[in-house]
T-cell receptor
Framework: NAGVMQNPRHLVRRRGQEARLRCSPM?????VYWYRQLPEEGLKFMVY????????ESGMPKERFSAEFPKEGPSILRIQQVVRGDSAAYFC?????????????FGQGTRLTVV | AQKVTQAQTEISVVEKEDVTLDCVYE???????LFWYKQPPSGELVFLIR??????QNEISGRYSWNFQKSTSSFNFTITASQVVDSAVYFC?????????????FGTGTRLLVSP
């Protein structure tokens, strides 16, 4: 039973480019959460999605960031026109349909570097 | 508002020493969960423990033990006879009923360095 899969593990983008981070939840999981870890800081909640729905995006920056979790395929965190301050580790977690964030399993993270 | 404080930024110990990592939390909810995660140098997050607010019983798992005290809003983590492989950043986290337990609030982490 594969765990939460995130790819790529490392991503380098130049300022102004777009970054797409992918998260495949554990099999049978329908809830996905994205967290961001800035250098030397703890993780901060960004967004919680269920299939085809954004449930809570209270932690998402208002501009340039978007997330989706389509009916088929992985969840995508998209960052447009990246800036140096977007450099961070982005973690995805998933939980089962009847579960909540306390049962979430984390992926290994995507480390985004903006140069 | 919910908050998790890990006042110890970095702790250095020598192998075989015991070490306690402090975690203090703030919440208005009476129903919540507390967690500890380990982040080794490789960067992934390793789940260590989840404890709900109604269960104040201390827990021991091998060299790890946790002391949950609601009276002081603390959930401290002790590693007995530390080993070099324990070197990592450790995060304490909180999840509340009023968010449907759907988000975790993390502390800033404590970096533990265990030297041989």
């Amino acid at each position: 039973n594969a765990g939460v899969m995130q790819n790529p593990r490392h991503l380098v983008r130049r300022r102004g480019q777009e970054a797409r981070l992918r998260c495949s939840p554990m099999k049978g999981h329908s809830h996905v959460y994205w967290y961001r870890q800035l250098p030397e800081e703890g993780l901060k909640f960004m967004v919680y999605l269920q299939k085809e729905n954004i449930i809570d995006e209270s932690g998402m920056p208002k501009e340039r960031f978007s997330a989706e979790f389509p009916k088929e395929g992985p969840s995508i965190l998209r960052i447009q026109q990246v800036v140096r301050g977007d450099s961070a580790a982005y973690f995805c977690a998933s939980s089962p349909p009847a579960g909540d964030g306390t049962e979430a399993f984390f992926g290994q993270g995507t480390r985004l570097t903006v140069v | 508002a919910q908050k998790v404080t890990q006042a110890q930024t970095e702790i250095s110990v020598v192998e075989k020493e015991d070490v306690t990592l402090d975690c203090v939390y703030e919440t208005r909810d009476t129903t919540y969960y507390l967690f500890w995660y380990k982040q080794p140098p490789s960067g992934e997050l390793v789940f260590l423990i989840r404890r709900n607010s109604f269960d104040e019983q201390n827990e021991i798992s091998g060299r790890y033990s946790w002391n949950f005290q609601k009276s002081t809003s603390s959930f401290n983590f002790t590693i007995t006879a530390s080993q070099v492989v324990d070197s990592a950043v450790y995060f304490c986290a909180l999840s509340e009923w009023n968010t449907g337990f759907q988000k975790l609030v993390f502390g800033t982490g404590t970096r533990l360095l265990v030297s041989p």
